[in-house]
C-alpha cells in the first residue's frame, strides 16, 4: 500500500483498517465488526468523517486541540523547521535553538521556581521522567530509601509501565502486572460518588489527610512524592473540592515530600489560567505537561521542574534517563508557536471571562435534564453526571458505563463528540470555541440526553441501584 487517500469507499478503509490497524484502549475484534469511524478533516471546532459529516469535536481530540484545528501558522513552522533542522538531539552536550527557546518561554510561564525542562514525547514519558526524576532527588539527597510515590485511585497518568502505575486505573492495574513496585494509593476527592452525607468541604479535607495517614503509615523516610492531576481528566472531570488542594499542598510541605501536579490536560488555558495549578490554588514543585503544549500538532511533553530540584540533580553527576525525541526541533518550535498563539489570540482570557462563563449559564438550565445528578465545569473542562434519582445522586442498577455509553453513541449519531467515563459525560472543547458554537454543542447534548433518557426508559434501564 503505496499511497492511501481519504476517496476511499469509507469500508475500504474500514476494512484496511481492521485487518491492520491496532487500537488503544479498544476491543479490536468488537470494533471490526461495526468499523471504527473514520475522520478526514477538521478546521476549528468541526471534525469532518468520511461520510461528509461534521461534528463538532465537545473534546478537543483528547483534550489536546486547544487553538483548534487547520492553524497555518503551526503547519508553516513546522515546515520551516524540518528545512532548517529536522533533527537534532540534546545528549553529548548539544542544544539547538528551539530546544532553549520552548525551555525559556516554558520557565517563563510556569509558577514559582519551576524553570527548568526536562523534555518527553508525550505525557507517559514525561511521567516515567518524574519517577525517575524524584528518585534520583532523594538518592542524592541522601536518603536512597525515599522512592514511594503517593498517587490516587482513578488517576490518569498515562499508560506506559510508570505512567500506568502512576495512575489509579483498575483496568490498567489489571494487565501486565501493574503497578510496579513502590507506587500507593489513596483515595480521590471525588465528592459526588463517594462524599455520602459529608459535606463537599469536610470530604475534600477528609481525602487530603489520607495523604497524611498514608505518609505516618509508610514512615516519611520512605515517601518521595505525591502525584495529582488538579482536576482528574479521564477520571471524568471530577473537581476536587475547594478545601482539598490547599490541605494536600499543607502535607507535603509538613512531611517535606515533593509535589508533582500531572498538568497534561490542565496545562496551557484549560482552566482559564496558564495552568490548573493556579486555578486551584497550589505551587508544585514539579510539572508534567504534553497535549495543549502543542494542541496535538505533534507529540512533545516534558517535566517542568523546580531550582531545587534540577540544582540538586542536574550537580550530581550524569542523570541517566533520557529519549531521543527530548526536545525535539520540529516539536518544540511547534510548540512555541502554539503558545504564541494562545497568548496573542488571549485565549485564556476568553475561556475565563467568555466561553467558560457563557457554557457555565448553559449546563445550569441543562442540569435541570431528569437524567442529570449534577454538571461541572472549570474553565472549558466539564462532565455531566448521569442518574436515575436526582435527589439521591444514585447509581443506575445496570452495569457501570451502561448508560453513558448509549449517551456517547447518541451525541456521536447527532455529531457531537463527548466521551463518556462509566455514567459521567465528559467533555473538553477547543477553546477557541465561541458562543454560537456552544449553543449548538448543548443543542446537540440535549437533544441526546433526551433520546438517551427515552431509549433506556423503554428497556428498563432507568433504575436506581
Ligand atoms: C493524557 C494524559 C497523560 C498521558 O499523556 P500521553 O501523551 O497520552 O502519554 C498523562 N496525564 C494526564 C493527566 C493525561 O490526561
Redesign the pocket.
Known sequence: MKHITNHLPTAELQALDAAHHMHPFTADAELAKKGARVITSASGVTLTDSEGNQILDGMAG??CVNVGYGREELARVAARQMKELAFYNTFFQTTHVPAIALAARLAELAPGDLNHVFYAG????A?DTNIRLVRRYWEVKGHPKKDIIISRHNA????TMG?GSLGGMAGIHAQGGLPIPNIVHIGQPHWYSEGGDMTPDEFGLMRARELEAKIEELGVDRVAAFIG?PIQ??GGVIVPPATYWPEIERICRKYGILLIA?E??TGFGRTGNWFGSQTLGFQPDIM?V??GLSSGYIPI?GSIVSDEIANTVGGAGDFNHGYTYCGHPVAAAVALENLRIIEEDGLIDHVRDVAGPYLEKKLEKLAEHPLVGETKLVGLMGSIALTPHKESRAKFASEEGTVGYRCRERCFANNLVMRHVGDRMVFSPPLIIQPSDIDVMIERALKSLDETYSEIKADGLLKAA
Not at 156 to 159: I, N, R, T
Open positions: 483528547l483534550w508525550s505525557g507517559s514519558e511521567n490518569y497518568h498515562g499508560s505512567g492531576e481528566g479521564a500531572d497534561v490536560i508534567t504534553a497535549k511533553g
